[in-house]
């Protein structure tokens, strides 16, 4: 009988999910689902090294408006613009060699975090929302388990360039 995973929901490919930590210790590559570039302030692009966890929170702007002497209930609602879009980026940045810190990926984090510019991204999710740069907003290095382990946690909003002066004529 042929061993069958223990959630087929979670199947990707031909990989059960639980499988992929013995494919990476064995040096096989293991596809992203969604990756996330970084654009450095050279202009060249970095890979997160790890797949991290995108979230996201928008909001629309909404302007009530109260009718005077009115016999109805509550107010009028406007939608009058869209917010911004908040994106928080939880990840992991790992040394193979287990005594060594992931001093790289933390300083290439740096660069990305101390940017004085909307940060170009490249994530599919993002792009789907017409997200194209962001700026961090803050970040956290919380205690990591392990001398080759780092966690890393980004918020970040939404930018768009504008245009503030008008030409006259």
Same mark, same amino acid.
């Given at each position: 009988?042929?061993?069958?995973?223990?959630? +087929?929901?979670?199947?990707?490919?031909?990989?059960?999910?639980?499988?992929?930590?013995?494919?990476?210790?064995?040096?096989?590559?293991?596809?992203?689902?969604?990756?996330?570039?970084?654009?450095? +302030?050279?202009?060249?692009?970095?890979?997160?090294?790890?797949?991290?966890?995108?979230?996201?929170?928008? $909001?629309?702007?909404?302007?009530?408006?109260?009718?005077?002497?009115?016999?109805?209930?509550?107010?009028?609602? $406007?939608?009058?613009? /869209?917010?911004?879009?908040?994106? %928080?980026?939880?990840?992991?940045?790992?040394?193979?060699?287990?005594?060594?810190?992931?001093? %790289? $990926?933390?300083?290439?984090?740096?660069?990305?975090?101390?940017?004085?510019?909307?940060?170009?991204? /490249?994530? $599919?999710?993002?792009?789907?929302?017409n997200v194209n740069y962001l700026v961090i907003? #803050?970040?956290?290095?919380?205690?990591?388990?392990? /001398?080759?382990?780092?966690?890393?946690?980004? %918020?970040?909003?939404?930018? #768009?360039?504008?245009?503030?002066?008008?030409?006259?004529?």
């Amino acid at each position: 009988m042929a061993k069958q995973p223990l959630n +087929p929901l979670f199947r990707r490919g031909d990989v059960i999910l639980r499988e992929v930590a013995d494919l990476v210790e064995s040096g096989q590559t293991v596809a992203m689902v969604m990756p996330f570039t970084f654009y450095l +302030p050279d202009d060249s692009k970095w890979l997160l090294p790890y797949e991290p966890l995108i979230s996201l929170q928008g $909001e629309n702007i909404i302007v009530k408006r109260n009718v005077a002497k009115s016999e109805g209930r509550g107010s009028i609602k $406007e939608r009058w613009a /869209e917010g911004d879009i908040k994106i %928080t980026i939880d990840g992991t940045f790992v040394n193979a060699d287990l005594t060594k810190y992931p001093a %790289t $990926e933390v300083q290439k984090l740096r660069q990305v975090i101390t940017q004085r510019r909307a940060i170009k991204i /490249e994530n $599919e999710l993002l792009q789907l929302l017409n997200v194209n740069y962001l700026v961090i907003e #803050d970040y956290s290095l919380p205690f990591s388990k392990g /001398e080759n382990v780092q966690n890393y946690s980004l %918020t970040a909003l939404s930018d #768009d360039s504008y245009n503030l002066f008008i030409e006259v004529k």
